[in-house]
């Protein structure tokens, strides 16, 4: 589902025309007037593993790219019904420098991480889910684990948020190389 509504926030416009294929790649651009771009994936599942291989262009720091877990009926504006989240790449600004960030929300609270990466080079984001817990992984390696987890049917989101007077303004591109699911095994997370 490509999404054709207001910004995260309800600030700036997802249209549409801001993703771009080539190169093999998909493309998410953000315009300096907040025209942005995200799209959802169809298919849900409670529990698994969802990875996806992005880099970002230098540009302006209003903007947040994000690959996110949300429960079915959510994404594009629509705020999640039962308070789960979980943003396995959530790309966060400190002056003059990005660093990604792992965030998971469930009905039983809040925990996040940080990770000192150049954002701008290829790099793997992944998470679990099971009912024991949910892991993250950078390229490969475990940087979040949390005996948390949602318990509701999620989709895979891929967004490319306008936080506008937050940063920099002007534009930015999200480059996604490759995006999926696999069922987890029976036995849980990691």
Same mark, same amino acid.
């Given at each position: ?9 309800n600030?700036?416009?997802? +249209?549409?025309?801001? $993703?771009?294929?080539?190169?093999? +790649? ?6 300096a ?18 990875e996806?291989? &992005?880099?970002m262009?230098? /540009?302006?720091? +209003? ?5 996110? $877990?949300?429960?079915?009926? /959510?994404?594009?504006? &629509?705020? %999640? ?6 943003d396995?790449?959530?790309?966060m ?10 965030? $998971? ?7 996040? +991480?940080? %990770? ?9 984001y992944? &998470?679990?889910?099971? !009912?024991? /817990?949910? &892991?993250?992984?950078?390229? /490969? ?8 987890s949602?318990?509701? !049917?999620?989709?895979?989101? $891929?967004?490319?948020?306008?936080f506008?007077?937050?940063?920099? !303004? ?21």
């Amino acid at each position: 589902m490509i999404y054709d509504s207001p910004g995260h926030d309800n600030k700036g416009r997802r +249209s549409p025309d801001q $993703l771009f294929i080539g190169n093999g +790649s998909l493309y998410l651009y953000g315009r300096a007037d907040g025209t942005t771009a995200g799209l959802g994936r169809r298919h849900s599942a409670a529990y698994g593993r969802w990875e996806t291989r &992005v880099r970002m262009y230098e /540009g302006a720091d +209003s903007y947040h790219p994000i690959a996110l $877990l949300w429960p079915d009926g /959510g994404g594009g504006g &629509v705020h %999640s019904a039962t308070g789960e989240e979980i943003d396995f790449l959530g790309v966060m600004d400190r002056p003059g420098r990005w660093r990604a960030n792992f965030f $998971l929300q469930t009905p039983q609270g809040e925990e996040q +991480s940080y %990770s000192e990466v150049d954002m701008t080079d290829w790099h793997t984001y992944a &998470v679990e889910n099971s !009912p024991s /817990g949910v &892991v993250g992984y950078l390229d /490969g390696r475990e940087w979040f684990r949390s005996s948390m987890s949602t318990r509701s !049917p999620m989709s895979v989101c $891929l967004q490319l948020d306008w936080f506008p007077g937050h940063g920099s !303004p002007g534009e930015a591109w999200m480059e996604v190389d490759w995006l999926r699911f696999h069922p987890l095994e029976s036995g849980g997370t990691g």
